[in-house]
């Protein structure tokens, strides 16, 4: 069941089920609520422009890319297939899960599910960068598409936080903030996180997600001054580091 090969199959069956239930939640009002309005509803100081969820499409578009990759590459193991598809196959159900119940608004479990999703995808990214001496397929093809993968749910990580906690506050079971405040530790947050995966993986692209969405959450705010500037600054921050990384190794190869 487990062979390299059935493992292929099952990484095609894993992505085809995302993908079916990602355009349901997209074409249906699941939930009695199409995706837009649910946004609308759930308005958050960390809401980016709309144009920032563009950013799904590339990352549905590069896991397709991988799992085609590795369905037609047999320079991996057995072992090393195994462990990919048992990861990737929790991603998807995560991915699945935290869709269906944001859709149903059950807020608490659906961060919990996009915490699963969120620890999964870092196991995956671990995983996918296990090769000491990567071919320009293998960066193209499986690193790059979890990189980004993962750098963009840690942005929706915290976007959903925010949400929750804005929930929490109008239901009083915290107490209130000046809302930016908080909004603006999370962005703090989410760029020393980066940094600190970048610090022990040197993964150029990982930082970008997250540059993209601050610096949509910066245009999305830019009358509140301080989520404006918080954000502005750590999305330049993410970009220089992501530049920086690159220009190192192109320094290295050289």
């Not at 999305?235 to 190794?249: E, G, Q, T, V």
Request: proline fraction near 4%; charged fraction near 15%.
């Amino acid at each position: 069941m487990f062979n390299s090969k059935a493992c292929r199959w099952w990484n095609v069956l894993f992505f085809l089920v995302l993908m079916a239930v990602t355009i349901m939640a997209e074409a249906f009002p699941l939930g009695g609520a199409k995706a837009g309005e649910l946004s609308n509803r759930y308005f958050s100081r960390l809401t980016p422009e709309g144009y920032a969820f563009i950013i799904w499409n590339i990352v549905y578009l590069l896991i397709g890319c991988a799992v085609v990759y590795l369905w037609r590459q047999k320079k991996h193991d057995s072992r090393w297939m195994r462990t990919f598809t048992v990861r990737f196959g929790l991603s998807c159900l995560f991915h699945i899960s935290w869709l269906l119940l944001w859709r149903y608004e059950y807020l608490p479990l659906s961060f919990g599910a996009l915490l699963l999703l969120l620890l999964s995808l870092f196991l995956l990214h671990r995983h996918t960068r296990s090769a000491l001496r990567p071919d320009l397929g293998e960066i193209w093809f499986v690193r790059l598409p979890f990189s980004l993968y993962l750098g963009w749910v840690l942005t929706a990580t915290l976007i959903h936080l925010q949400i929750l906690m804005q929930h929490a506050v109008s239901t009083r079971l915290l107490p209130g903030l000046p809302a930016d405040v908080p909004a603006a530790g999370l962005l703090i947050v989410g760029a020393a996180v980066v940094f600190l995966l970048v610090s022990r993986t040197r993964d150029a692209v990982l930082p970008l997600p997250m540059a993209w969405g601050f610096a949509a959450i910066a245009d999305k705010h830019s009358d509140e001054r301080l989520l404006f500037v918080t954000a502005g600054l750590a999305a330049a921050l993410l970009f220089l580091l992501s530049a920086s990384l690159l220009f190192i190794r192109a320094r290295e190869r050289d």
